[in-house]
T-cell receptor
Framework: KAGVTQTPRYLIKTRGQQVTLSCSPISGHRSVSWYQQTPGQGLQFLFEYFSETQRNKGNFPGRFSGRQFSNSRSEMNVSTLELGDSALYLC?????????????FGPGTRLLVL | KQEVTQIPAALSVPEGENLVLNCSFTDSAIYNLQWFRQDPGKGLTSLLLIQSSQREQTSGRLNASLDKSSGRSTLYIAASQPGDSATYLCAALGDSNYQLIWGAGTKLIIKP
């Protein structure tokens, strides 16, 4: 069974631009969660989608948004990029989500904002 | 507000030793406590998940314990191997907001 895939793996953007990251969960998983990892703040929860609905949201500004499609694939979008958005963005999938069961992580997308 | 702390930040031990990684959390109102490993350039791998009602979980050479009353969890690695070298992270799931709060991790190096 294929694991969680994320595209692109690396991305360089400039301040003010926007970016879209993609995550394809393990087949059959309906929950996709997104996390941001930085050296200063560590890992932080962004949001979780389940059956095309945002079910939970972390403490991030509205510039961070996401969506989930009917095939459970998910995208996250960051608008008006800031230098501080440089980070590794990880997505994780699971059957029912809510953090109550094992999550399977993708390799991440490393975003550099110049 | 939940805070998760992992001490030490880094640990280097010779191959074959048994070792313990520590994780502490400030709010005992957790749904579960999870341990992950992260290898350079890769995502996270779930190691063990302990429900709040459980005291420990075991998988192979790994054993994780949970003491909610003291706000502590430990990850015990038996007979360490160079392949165990990685960063180990713990995360606590709040039982009301269902959001994982992460520790900063312990970078473990096993010397051959």
């Amino acid at each position: 069974k294929a694991g969680v895939t994320q595209t692109p793996r690396y991305l360089i953007k400039t301040r003010g631009q926007q970016v879209t990251l993609s995550c394809s969960p393990i087949s059959g998983h309906r929950s996709v969660s997104w996390y941001q990892q930085t050296p200063g703040q560590g890992l932080q929860f962004l949001f979780e989608y389940f059956s095309e609905t945002q079910r939970n949201k972390g403490n991030f500004p509205g510039r961070f948004s996401g969506r989930q499609f009917s095939n459970s694939r998910s995208e996250m979008n960051v608008s008006t990029l800031e230098l501080g958005d440089s980070a590794l963005y990880l997505c994780a999938s699971s059957w029912a989500g809510g953090g109550q069961e094992t999550q399977y992580f993708g390799p991440g997308t490393r975003l550099l904002v110049l | 507000k939940q805070e998760v702390t992992q001490i030490p930040a880094a640990l280097s031990v010779p191959e074959g030793e048994n070792l313990v990684l520590n994780c502490s959390f400030t709010d005992s109102a957790i749904y579960n406590l999870q341990w992950f490993r992260q290898d350079p350039g890769k995502g996270l791998t779930s190691l063990l998940l302990i429900q709040s009602s459980q005291r420990e979980q075991t998988s192979g050479r790994l054993n994780a314990s949970l003491d909610k009353s003291s706000g502590r969890s430990t990850l015990y690695i038996a007979a360490s191997q160079p392949g165990d070298s990685a960063t180990y992270l713990c995360a606590a799931l709040g039982d009301s907001n269902y959001q994982l709060i992460w520790g900063a991790g312990t970078k473990l190096i096993i010397k051959p």
